[in-house]
């Protein structure tokens, strides 16, 4: 039997196991649409096509698994680029497909004709055009080769509406076979055992279960603030007196003063992942010293003043809040989610879960409700919370209705400072409080917007009001967003 190429592609994405795509209609792709209802492939239609990839940004991470996100050609192409950049600078394994010009108009002035594979090279892995219905299904499969091998990233594939139409023979691709785990070299484990202040820094969490086996601490830095990162706690001091250092898929690059942070004559060794490390690591009888413990609690530290900050009758300080939501991150599924500037900053360093998905280097904002969308999608069970700032809630507002219409029960908290406050606080900083203009915002009701969306919306302008408003919300059946005024806080500073 003869197949449209959309559908060689929808059977090869539901084969290798695939089977929730993220995804915003267009001209372009409704060919997989309608491929997607006999490959069974659940469609979940976001409002804006960033927000898609940012979904498959967040499936990735989480799971392990590349993420799809289907777009349609032309401007929808251009409108998921800026999303890709975030999953490529955290290393996360996804696939965009875009709708395209069918190839028999290229360079006749076809609708929304766009060089698409060019512009997506910079922001992925890789980056090419399906030129024929017979080989679709194997682009599709060296596609998810490339996402989730070696490094993780994104991978990007345009679909001309040609290739989607025509009707081929083809049979259906086998899913692509698992990566073997990398091998760790011996001379590198060598090092890091025989060492007296050994340190691996990922880009993100996964040498955990290496520091547990060995010994060897782990430092995660995901943060554009590189060793100004609120989550670090002191560690920054401590960089310098390690001896040797594995750099495990983190790059030296700004975040570590491009290899300044650390002493001149300590061994920097690089791995592309961290996976692996633990079971190379198991039975080779690593020394126990004083160096971990010291670690960890640097990392740990936070100064003490922060717990006597209160919900008072006024704008609330950001500690506060998170104080407040910490009894929602206690299950050992729970997910957070942390976006924005300050107040992001202000969560990542003051809540603590066994599962986080930030901005990461990348510095980009907007991605938050999304991530929560896709992390409630992944772990249906699992609570979700969304820390977010004002300015942060104005990219992908929309994606409520998303999270409405899917019945993802995620909760977002949205700290209100009226204001771009990371920029505003470089103003006062570099210019100060004289030359500090243009930053300002309505102090929104963005929880009647919920509201009005069909979440669950709460409005908190009163600190002490907000554990009463985080107790309804929880209650509540469906997604919430809780607005709560907080002060202009700068970033945490050690």
């Known amino acids: 039997m003869k197949l449209r190429g959309a559908d060689v592609l929808a059977r090869t994405l539901a084969a290798a196991g695939a089977r929730r795509v993220f995804t915003l209609s267009g001209n372009h792709v409704m060919p997989v649409f309608d491929a997607a209802l006999d490959a069974k492939l659940d469609l979940v239609h976001v409002r804006h096509e960033a927000a898609a990839v940012h979904m498959a940004d967040a499936w990735g991470r989480l799971t392990g698994e590349p993420g799809v996100a289907l777009v349609t050609g032309g401007p929808g192409h251009a409108n998921a680029l800026g999303a890709l950049y975030t999953a490529l600078m955290s290393d996360s394994p996804m696939l965009l497909l875009s709708?395209?010009?069918?190839?028999?108009?290229?360079?006749?002035?076809?609708?929304?004709?766009?060089?698409?594979?060019?512009?997506?090279?910079?922001?992925?892995?890789?980056?090419?055009?399906?030129?024929?219905?017979?080989?679709?299904g194997r682009d599709l499969v060296r596609a998810l080769e490339a996402a989730r091998g070696g490094r993780p990233g994104p991978v990007h594939l345009s679909l001309p509406t040609d290739v989607l139409d025509a009707r081929v023979e083809a049979d259906i691709p086998?899913?692509?076979?698992?990566?073997?785990?990398?091998?760790?070299?011996?001379?590198?484990?060598?090092?890091?055992?025989?060492?007296?202040?050994?340190?691996?820094?990922?880009?993100?969490?996964?040498?955990?279960?290496?520091?547990?086996?060995?010994?060897?601490?782990?430092?995660?830095?995901?943060?554009?603030?590189?060793?100004?990162?609120?989550?670090?706690?002191?560690v920054a001091s401590l960089l310098a007196q390690a001896d040797v250092v594995l750099l495990a898929g983190k790059r030296l690059d700004y975040t570590l003063k491009y290899g300044r942070a650390f002493d001149p004559a300590a061994r920097i060794v690089r791995l592309e992942t961290p996976r692996g490390l633990a079971e190379a690591a198991r039975g080779l009888g690593w020394k126990k010293s004083g160096w971990l413990r010291e670690v960890k609690d640097a990392l740990a530290y936070r100064p003490a003043a922060w717990q006597k900050l209160g919900l008072s009758a006024g704008a609330a300080h950001p500690a506060a809040v998170c104080r407040a939501l910490q009894p929602m991150l206690e299950s050992p599924q729970a997910i957070l989610v942390c976006d924005g500037g300050e107040y992001g900053q202000w969560a990542q360093a003051c809540l603590r879960a066994p599962r986080r998905l930030t901005n990461g280097q990348a510095g980009a904002i907007g991605s938050a409700l999304p991530f929560a969308a896709a992390a409630k999608l992944a772990f249906p069970d699992a609570p979700v919370l969304a820390m977010l700032g004002d300015g942060t809630f104005g990219f992908h507002m929309s994606e409520l209705d998303t999270a409405v219409r899917h019945q993802l029960g995620y909760m977002a908290v949205v700290g209100t400072d009226a204001c771009w406050n990371a920029e505003y606080q470089i103003q006062l900083r570099e210019y100060g409080k004289d030359r500090a203009h243009g930053l300002d915002l309505l102090p929104t009701r963005y929880g009647a917007a919920a509201a009005a969306l069909g979440a669950h919306g709460e409005d908190v302008m009163k600190g002490v009001d907000l554990p009463d408003a985080l107790a309804r919300a929880r209650n509540a059946g469906r997604v919430a967003c809780v607005n709560v005024a907080i002060e202009r806080a700068a970033a945490p500073a050690y």
């Open 174 to 234: 086998a899913a692509p076979p698992r990566e073997e785990t990398p091998a760790v070299p011996a001379e590198i484990l060598e090092a890091l055992r025989q060492a007296k202040k050994p340190l691996v820094v990922t880009a993100r969490l996964g040498a955990a279960d290496f520091e547990a086996v060995s010994g060897v601490p782990e430092v995660s830095m995901q943060s554009p603030r590189g060793l100004n990162d609120a989550t670090l706690g002191r």
């Open 99 to 136: 709708g395209h010009a069918p190839l028999a108009e290229l360079g006749k002035g076809a609708f929304q004709e766009l060089p698409q594979a060019e512009l997506a090279a910079p922001l992925t892995k890789l980056s090419f055009t399906a030129q024929s219905a017979e080989t679709i």
